[in-house]
């Protein structure tokens, strides 16, 4: 038998265990070549990742349709504003980001008596009240929420260290490390703990009574299943990752004013979840990338793309914001028709055909092929007598 040459034994890693390690990676030297836009871009694709991963474990996981996670989102930038700044306690921004996430699922446990007693869309509609109460709270409390100009939101600190461009100036490898670099990996920082915490929450005992309740709650009782807790829970997780992803957008935004927090934004996190695909973490986040990456990257090429005004001008057609809604709302209808499961499952089929189309170009038996018998016309011819 002939020995094994020297890299026969070696095995590749598979691509998965590659790619987790290149993605981040990647991922952590971004500010090294991005500008300001692209990192701001960033920033603010990450912060609804997690508003939306926070949705979709409610929704699409739990069966729970609601339209009041804008609502959430507010309680969690004004929760924040408020207990860090002045006027407020002005707490340690650490503390008042942790304060702020609980004061958000506090609201949602509040909200569980009502969410308890309806199901479906009168749930929905229960939920969308939460936005216009929110809204109209975020105006008259004036010397907590700022009113129509919103307030000004204290900067994220760990005890000397800013998340600010000028305390202390930063430099690293020549290259200087302002607000949205700093930042940056804060918001890599929460993303990575909320997406782990979800796909462990998804994995265990508590996603699978959440995926039974959401297919029969009849069902899911008779199981063992304790409906009402669940349905609790769920509600209560999904407002803090609400609130989480409200904080971060209030630190990237610096400044928080009660417009953005409407019934257009909760509908926005809706067409997250249903373009990435429901009960999906990484389909939460590719909507929620798409979703918010559109209209900021057509508002910066409008002067290249036909049919789109300038920002600030009616001229030449359809804004970049309200082209943005139509496309991907086109998008929505385009998922709901073609692929129900989302950007998520079309990558999954796309992944099993791939391997299926390579499993039949690569041979069964690479090795060498075995002796054939002699046929008996081969046979040597056995001497007559």
Known sequence: MSEPTGTAGLRRPPARTVLLLAVPALLCALPFYLDAFWLRLGLFCTAAAIGAVGLSLLTGTAGQLSLGHAFFLAVGAYGYVWLAGEPGPGLPPPLALVLAVALAGLAGLLFNPVAGRVRGIYLGVATLALVFLGHHLLLAAGTVTGG????????MAFGGFAFTAQEPELLVLGVPFGAEERLWYLGLALFAGSWYTARNLLRGRP???????????????????????????????????????????ALAFRRVVPDYFGLALSVDYLAMIVIGGLGSVAGATAGACFVTALPLLMARYADHLPFLAAPGTTEGGLGPTEAARYLYGAAVVLVLLRAPDGLHGAAARLRRATARLRSRRTPADTGPSAPRPPSSAARTKEPTS
């Not at 129509?148 to 900067?155: E, I, M, Q």
């Not at 069902?219 to 509600?235: D, N, P, Q, T």
Request: proline share 4%; aromatic share 6%.
């Open 207 to 249: 996603g699978r009574a959440l995926v039974a309740l959401r297919d029969s709650e009849t069902a899911a009782s008779v199981l063992g299943v304790a409906v009402a807790r669940h349905r609790s829970a769920a509600f209560v997780v999904s407002s803090m990752y609400a609130g989480l992803a409200g904080v971060l957008l």
């Open 148 to 155: 129509f100009n919103g307030r000004s939101v204290p900067p």
